[in-house]
């Protein structure tokens, strides 16, 4: 009999903090300046705080069927035709938010390494490590995540160098227009949170269940510390008015940093963070051809990534997306990421509860 694969613990937590942290982080800073000013990072803690929770949520609702992902829960809960629909808007989402996190990190390419590469060759300098990766097992999904994440760690320090010539006094004074405009810069950085839905289909193979509530705690903690760490940074070292006319003042930042054998360290940086970015669409690929293959009744999910690393080259040889439509269908991914994420786990655990209090009704009568 073939063994089951597990997760650990950390490479649970780990997947969670890797889809959440992509491409996002080197915007926003700006956007929260711009709803919230230099008070945006209490924005950010406020959403970790909300996130934890919904992804308590869903480990609660794991919990009920611990053997079962969540296309085969919903299967299981709502029948072949009903769960079907459910597993087809799954594929949607993952499909969507991989496609929308590909074309970004290609813009992004192009504009500061490749500006004469076409944007299929791009595409597909990306596509053919994803599909490498993602046709394994989560495992090695997770695996290939904990190794990035191990690979990366000396990133954050870098942001230390800049510090030096940065004023706090631009964090001053704190609330200082009061509560209503960091609420609303909640909706900005909750965008950004958004992956950690990743606990629907690792939950199974987790080795020891009983801590997957310190996983989400954890994975989203790690998240929580790289954006309030970069945001500060980003406030201190530019004045309230300046860094809103910056599209990446993450990036911005760090072109201050220079060695004396090395003079656009940002390039650099920005080379290697693709490691980074590459921990969020091997998830999503991944995420997308699991629940297809759920959806057409199969155990093999390679053929489905390969599907859809091919139908990625050929949309972005046919629409040539632009920075417009990137935004467009990141605002588009991350709604479809609210749904999925917030409200998908809520609905069902109030029908898990529902269904497991009829029966007693029934003997009651």
């Not at 609702?61 to 829960?73: G, H, S």
């Not at 010539?165 to 950004?192: D, Y």
């Not at 139908?311 to 990421?337: C, D, H, M, R």
């Amino acid at each position: 009999m073939k063994r089951k694969p597990v997760i650990t613990f950390l490479q649970f937590s780990l997947l969670i903090h890797s889809m959440q942290v992509g491409t996002g982080i080197l915007s926003l800073p700006r956007q929260l300046a711009e709803v919230a000013g230099t008070d945006g990072w209490i924005s950010i803690i406020l959403a970790w705080m909300m996130n934890v929770g919904f992804g308590i949520v869903m480990v609660l609702v794991m919990r009920q069927y611990p053997n079962d992902t969540l296309p085969d829960l919903c299967m299981r809960l709502f029948g072949k035709v009903i769960g079907r629909v459910f597993i087809l808007l799954l594929v949607i989402h993952f499909v969507f938010f991989s496609w929308s996190v590909l074309v970004n990190t290609m813009l992004f390419i192009q504009a500061w390494f490749l500006p004469s590469m076409s944007m299929t060759m791009i595409m597909a300098l990306f596509v053919v490590p994803a599909y490498m990766m993602a046709r394994h097992h989560i495992l090695a999904v997770a695996r290939y995540c904990e190794f990035v994440f191990f690979l990366s760690l000396w990133m954050g320090l870098v942001f230390i160098i800049p510090l030096r010539e940065g004023q706090l006094i631009h964090m001053l004074p704190l609330i200082k227009e009061g509560w209503q405009p960091i609420l609303n810069a909640v909706n900005t950085t909750t965008f950004s949170f958004i992956g950690f839905e990743i606990i629907f289909l690792t939950y199974p193979f987790l080795k020891r269940k009983e801590l997957a509530i310190r996983g989400v705690l954890l994975g989203n903690t790690f998240t929580l510390l790289l954006y309030v760490f970069s945001t500060i940074g980003c406030f201190v070292y530019f004045s309230p008015d300046e860094i809103t006319q910056y599209n990446q003042p993450f990036l911005s930042l760090l072109k201050v940093v220079e060695f004396r054998f090395l003079e656009r360290f940002d390039i650099i940086f920005l080379a290697m963070y693709l490691f980074v970015v590459s921990t969020a669409w091997v998830p999503y690929i991944y995420s997308a051809a699991y629940c297809s293959s759920r959806l057409l009744g199969t155990s093999n999910h390679s053929m489905h990534v390969l599907v859809f690393c091919l139908a990625s080259l050929v949309l972005v040889t046919i629409t040539q997306p632009s920075w417009n439509q990137s935004e467009l269908w990141k605002t588009w991914a991350g709604y479809s990421g609210l749904i999925v994420a917030y409200v998908l786990p809520v609905l069902l655990l109030l029908y898990i509860k529902l269904i497991q209090l009829v029966p007693k009704k029934e003997v009651h009568t």
